[in-house]
């Protein structure tokens, strides 16, 4: 079992930063891919970042690249998004992502936590 909470979420103007938290409790933390995703009312959640566990591959959808920055941490179990230059197309509830299917692990998810950017 891995338990996921995320934290940083806020309300920024557009052209303001944020930095989104997970922090991991449970076993096996760098097993796990990670992942962010967003969801809005209505809408399905989708993919924003990827990490591998081995931390060698990142994936971003296009309309983050150069903008946003995944990065982990697995002496803490933790994983990070750094959100820059935020626009409001960006609000949305984000949710940690812990992907150990392959692994036979499971996958699991956090709470979520909003981010809301508008003038």
């Known amino acids: 079992q891995v338990r996921l909470v995320e934290s940083g979420g806020g309300s920024v103007q557009p052209g303001e930063s944020l930095r989104l938290t997970c922090a991991a409790s449970?076993?096996?933390?760098?097993?796990?891919?990670m992942g962010w995703y967003r969801q809005t009312p209505g809408k399905q959640r989708e993919l924003v970042a990827t990490i591998t566990r081995s931390e060698d591959i990142n994936y971003y959808i296009a309309g983050v690249k150069g903008r946003f920055t995944i990065s982990r941490d697995n002496a803490k179990e933790m994983v990070f998004l750094q959100m820059n230059n935020l626009k409001p197309e960006d609000t949305a509830a984000y949710y940690c992502?812990?992907?150990?299917?392959?692994?036979?692990?499971?996958?699991?998810w956090g709470q979520g936590t909003q981010v809301t950017v508008s003038s």
């Open positions: 992502n812990a992907n150990g299917l392959s692994g036979g692990l499971g996958e699991y």
């Open positions: 449970g076993s096996h933390f760098a097993s796990f891919d």
